[in-house]
């Protein structure tokens, strides 16, 4: 009806969401001032250009990329094409920030005369990086529910290049979206939880750098990155719970119900009721 208000957000979603955020408003100000207190801050042309790695990747890789995650639970009664563009904002800002991460990290290693890409932190970092901008599959699964006159494989471009592709331009077919979309959400949350995980072997690794000799007394600096661990993987959980509640799934809306089936008419040749034209 013209003018009613929209339906209320189901009960329990918004509390969930505002903990969110205040987690992830929390881990960046403690990722802060442990960077600004025990490191020696932030500057990109001095030897402190190392700082500027572990304040983007958990800026862009977690808590970006948790918020884009985030955008069709939030925004339930927008356009949706809005919500697509704002989702697709998000993770290529955490995209380049992250980028931006990970020149400081090799631009400060070639300074210091120290070895890139040896330990586990920076496997599974790059590994989530390169698969956030190149989710790769091998090709459509086999069995049940195929189209028989479907491609049997079907070449993946960048994942973020391919969600926009198929989620943003109108030339994509509504097949082709109803197939990829299980696979970027399940890789999309896969992905993210693989940088929480990269973003905590990081700050291990940093500390036996530092402080191993005495780290295992509890000292302050030690104590303050260990709860930014804890931020992490509570910031994780909670964001990780509201994407697996299917109750809290984003409603189509009416006049997308309407647009989806004249859409896949044309794109598909079928008729409302599923005939062939």
């Not at 799934?249 to 089936?261: D, V």
Request: overall charge positive; charged content about 15%; some cysteine.
């Amino acid at each position: 009806m013209d003018g009613a208000p929209p339906p209320a957000s189901p009960a329990g979603l918004s509390a969930y969401v505002v903990v969110s955020q205040l987690l992830g408003l929390t881990l960046l100000t403690t990722t802060g001032a442990w960077l600004g207190r025990y490191r020696g801050g932030v500057a990109w042309h001095s030897l402190l250009q190392f700082n500027v790695h572990p304040l983007c990747m958990v800026l862009g890789m977690v808590f970006l990329q948790g918020d884009a995650l985030l955008v069709y639970r939030v925004f339930r009664h927008e356009a949706k094409r809005s919500t697509k563009a704002l989702h697709a904002l998000l993770h290529g800002l955490a995209l380049v920030i992250a980028l931006v991460g990970i020149v400081a990290v090799f631009e400060s290693h070639r300074t210091k005369g120290i070895p890139n890409m040896y330990s586990l932190h920076s496997w599974c970092g790059m590994a989530a990086f390169v698969l956030y901008l190149l989710q790769v599959r091998a090709g459509e699964p086999r069995g049940g529910g195929r189209d028989p006159a479907a491609p049997r494989n079907i070449p993946t471009p960048p994942q973020w290049l391919l969600g926009c592709g198929f989620f943003l331009l109108p030339g994509a077919s509504f097949s082709l979206r109803s197939r990829y979309k299980p696979q970027h959400v399940f890789f999309g949350i896969a992905l993210f939880a693989l940088s929480i995980a990269a973003c905590l072997l990081g700050i291990t690794e940093m500390l036996l750098f530092n402080i191993r000799d005495s780290y295992s007394q509890f000292v302050p600096e030690g104590v303050l990155a260990n709860t930014l661990g804890v931020l992490l993987v509570a910031f994780g959980l909670v964001v990780g719970y509201v994407l697996t509640r299917d109750d809290w799934k984003r409603p189509p809306l009416a006049e997308e119900l309407a647009l989806s089936m004249d859409f896949k008419t044309l794109t598909e040749g079928e008729s409302p009721g599923g005939g062939s034209q």
